[in-house]
């Protein structure tokens, strides 16, 4: 039995892009397939691998915006269709994890909370910022164990860990950690019930 | 009157509307975000110094609607639906997706929406003119509204203030405090720091 598995993943291709060559620094397990002709556009991660995806994944229209620092691994048999992956530190998503259309998950806010360091920021990004350093901007890493359904809209912050085989409604914004099999709704989001 | 200008390696074959009236170290990256711009007024669209329109920006502003954009605020990918005003404050940073609507641009009354639709594809370009009323926005300077956020007609945001992302904000919304939730509600307050830099 495990010998016929064996023998059958030894068949299978290689993990493929649709729309060109995939990044050096992304390694795909076989049989995955990435779709979309804009995926990596804002893929500036530096670091190797950047990116790992296991096998048999399914990934349509999944925007994969890396900063220069940012890891993310991905287990076997997700299927994900036309979410934003936004990592700046660490993102670890278990297998056979759905993500569904237009969810959001981000590992950090992208400016700083302080409103004087905001001011800072705000003309560090600005057309005249070139160069200037931007202030420290909190990271936390992001987990989404096993098993977990991620519905349309959902959104995902920094620092949240989801239990396996959690259930995020459509919508949900998702601050705090998710108990596994909890089931969760709103904005922001509240637990309601188990899977 | 001077010419129509455009912009420099501009994907879309656009010009930058006359009455827009930009500093010379303002960003706009592609005349596409002018697309929807039906603005009539003196000046349909102001940018301050050091600030920035990025793609993925649509600017619905109808004949009346009048834009104001400070200096260094950050406007990535929004919809600006502005029949009346919409104030945008110095260092302000809206993030994608955003939608500030100073409008519903439709009547509340079904019959009167049903008849305002049988108008529009007689008219060429197609556009909704319905005499509904428009509510200006502010929003305060130092103001961060995060990434798929939507902000109603009349709604003020006081300075330094942070609207959460995926956040309805439905009223006004106090100086330094974050709000967030749909609709949006008072999580916490910040430090009320006054720092004017730049
Ligand atoms: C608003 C924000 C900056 C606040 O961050 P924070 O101060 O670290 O907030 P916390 O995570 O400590 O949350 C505090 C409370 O507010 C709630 N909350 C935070 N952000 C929320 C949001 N966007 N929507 C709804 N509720 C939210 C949390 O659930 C928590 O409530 P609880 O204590 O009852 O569980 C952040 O949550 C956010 O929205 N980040 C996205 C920023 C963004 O859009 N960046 C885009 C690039 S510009
Ligand atoms: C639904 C809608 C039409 C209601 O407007 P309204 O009748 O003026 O409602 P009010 O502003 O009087 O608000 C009544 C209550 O509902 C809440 N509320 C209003 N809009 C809400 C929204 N979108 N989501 C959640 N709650 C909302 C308000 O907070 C208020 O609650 P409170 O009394 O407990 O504080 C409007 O809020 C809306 O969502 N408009 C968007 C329309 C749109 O998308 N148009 C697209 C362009 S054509």
């Given at each position: 039995?495990?010998?016929q598995?064996?023998?059958?993943?030894?068949?299978?291709?290689?993990?493929?892009?649709?729309?060109?060559?995939?990044?050096?620094?992304?390694?795909l397990?076989?049989?995955?397939q990435?779709?979309?002709?804009?995926?990596?556009?804002?893929?500036?991660?530096?670091v190797?691998?950047?990116?790992?995806?296991?096998?048999?994944?399914?990934?349509?229209?999944?925007?994969?915006?890396?900063?220069?620092?940012?890891?993310?691994?991905?287990?076997?048999?997700?299927y994900?269709?036309?979410?934003?992956?936004?990592?700046?530190?660490?993102l670890?998503?278990?297998?056979?994890?759905?993500?569904?259309?237009?969810?959001?998950?981000?590992?950090?806010?992208?400016?700083?909370?302080?409103?004087?360091?905001?001011?800072?920021?705000?003309?560090?990004?600005?057309?005249?910022?070139?160069?200037r350093?931007?202030p420290?901007?909190?990271?936390?890493?992001?987990?989404?164990?096993d098993d977990v359904?991620?519905?349309?809209?959902?959104t995902?912050?920094?620092?949240?860990?989801?239990?396996?085989?959690a259930?995020?409604?459509?919508?949900?914004?998702?601050?705090r950690?998710?108990?596994?099999r909890?089931?969760?709704?709103?904005n922001?989001?509240?637990?309601i019930?188990?899977? | 009157?001077?010419?129509?200008?455009?912009?420099?390696?501009?994907?879309?074959?656009?010009?930058?509307?006359r009455?827009?009236?930009?500093d010379?170290?303002?960003?706009?990256?592609?005349?596409y975000?002018?697309?929807?711009?039906?603005?009539?007024?003196?000046v349909?669209?102001?940018?301050g110094?050091?600030?920035?329109?990025?793609?993925g920006?649509?600017?619905?502003?109808?004949?009346?609607?009048?834009?104001i954009?400070?200096?260094?605020?950050?406007?990535?990918?929004?919809?600006?639906?502005?029949?009346?005003?919409?104030?945008?404050g110095?260092?302000?940073?809206?993030?994608?997706?955003?939608?500030l609507?100073?409008?519903?641009?439709?009547?509340?009354?079904?019959?009167?929406?049903?008849?305002?639709?049988e108008?529009?594809?007689l008219?060429?370009?197609?556009?909704?003119?319905?005499?509904?009323?428009a509510?200006?926005i502010?929003?305060?300077?130092?103001?961060?509204?995060?990434?798929?956020?939507?902000?109603?007609?009349?709604?003020?945001?006081?300075?330094?203030?942070?609207?959460?992302?995926?956040?309805?904000?439905?009223?006004?919304?106090?100086?330094?405090?974050?709000v967030?939730?749909n609709?949006?509600?008072?999580?916490?307050?910040?430090?009320?720091?006054?720092s004017h830099?730049?």
């Amino acid at each position: 039995m495990i010998d016929q598995e064996h023998s059958n993943r030894q068949l299978l291709e290689p993990g493929y892009w649709t729309d060109g060559e995939f990044p050096a620094n992304v390694l795909l397990g076989p049989n995955t397939q990435l779709k979309g002709p804009h995926i990596f556009r804002q893929f500036r991660s530096l670091v190797s691998p950047a990116l790992t995806i296991g096998v048999h994944c399914t990934m349509d229209g999944v925007h994969f915006a890396l900063g220069k620092e940012a890891r993310v691994d991905i287990g076997d048999y997700c299927y994900f269709t036309n979410a934003m992956l936004l990592c700046e530190l660490e993102l670890h998503i278990g297998s056979y994890v759905v993500l569904g259309w237009n969810a959001t998950i981000a590992d950090t806010d992208f400016h700083p909370i302080a409103p004087a360091e905001r001011i800072a920021d705000a003309i560090a990004c600005s057309p005249l910022g070139e160069g200037r350093p931007r202030p420290e901007i909190v990271r936390r890493p992001v987990v989404i164990e096993d098993d977990v359904w991620i519905g349309p809209n959902a959104t995902i912050l920094k620092g949240v860990r989801i239990g396996a085989g959690a259930f995020i409604e459509a919508g949900a914004l998702v601050t705090r950690d998710v108990p596994p099999r909890a089931r969760v709704l709103g904005n922001p989001a509240r637990v309601i019930g188990e899977v | 009157m001077a010419t129509a200008r455009t912009i420099p390696d501009d994907w879309y074959p656009g010009a930058i509307p006359r009455n827009a009236v930009l500093d010379e170290t303002a960003l706009i990256e592609t005349s596409y975000s002018f697309v929807p711009y039906r603005s009539e007024a003196p000046v349909g669209l102001q940018m301050g110094r050091g600030s920035g329109i990025y793609t993925g920006t649509s600017l619905h502003i109808g004949r009346r609607g009048r834009v104001i954009v400070g200096n260094y605020a950050l406007v990535t990918a929004v919809q600006i639906i502005c029949d009346s005003e919409i104030e945008i404050g110095d260092y302000a940073l809206i993030s994608w997706n955003v939608i500030l609507m100073d409008t519903y641009r439709f009547a509340f009354d079904p019959a009167v929406r049903r008849r305002e639709l049988e108008r529009v594809p007689l008219r060429e370009p197609r556009s909704i003119t319905s005499d509904v009323p428009a509510l200006p926005i502010r929003i305060g300077s130092n103001v961060w509204i995060g990434f798929d956020a939507c902000v109603l007609p009349g709604v003020t945001i006081g300075e330094g203030a942070i609207v959460g992302a995926r956040s309805i904000v439905v009223e006004d919304v106090e100086p330094y405090t974050i709000v967030a939730g749909n609709p949006a509600r008072v999580i916490r307050r910040l430090n009320m720091e006054k720092s004017h830099r730049g």
